[in-house]
């Protein structure tokens, strides 16, 4: 049974940075799409980045030049470098990976509050 376990999330000042990671265990696919959303309360979960098992990446435009989504493909991890967050950064943000079928699998999520 694949599962995806998040790590990372925490509380922030304005301007800061923090980094999430989400480690996959059991058996993967080698062609798949790992990625990043996120659900703020009251709001829609929405894409934050994806990327692909031969690396290709996709942004959401919000968070363009200031996260930055990587993968260890070794690991089966992928992470997410927030720089310059901001309040309505703020949200539980869960990992996703999508394999042929297709197949979505999801994270229990991780909060990130920013905030002075």
């Known amino acids: 049974q694949l599962q995806l376990v998040e790590s990372g999330g925490g509380l922030v000042q304005p301007g800061g940075s923090l980094r999430l990671s989400c480690a996959a265990s059991?058996?993967?696919?080698?062609?798949?799409?790992m990625g990043w959303y996120r659900q703020a309360p009251g709001k829609q979960r929405e894409l934050v980045a994806t990327?692909?098992?031969?690396?290709?990446?996709n942004y959401a435009d919000s968070v363009k030049g200031r996260f930055t989504i990587s993968r260890d493909n070794a690991r089966k991890t992928v992470y997410l470098q927030m720089n310059s967050l901001k309040p309505e950064d703020t949200a539980v943000y869960y990992c996703?990976?999508?394999?042929?079928?297709?197949?979505?699998?999801w994270g229990q999520g991780t909060q990130v509050t920013v905030s002075s």
């Open positions: 996703n990976l999508l394999v042929p079928g297709p197949r979505n699998y």
């Open positions: 059991g058996y993967m696919f080698s062609i798949n799409v």
């Open positions: 990327i692909t098992s031969t690396g290709n990446t």
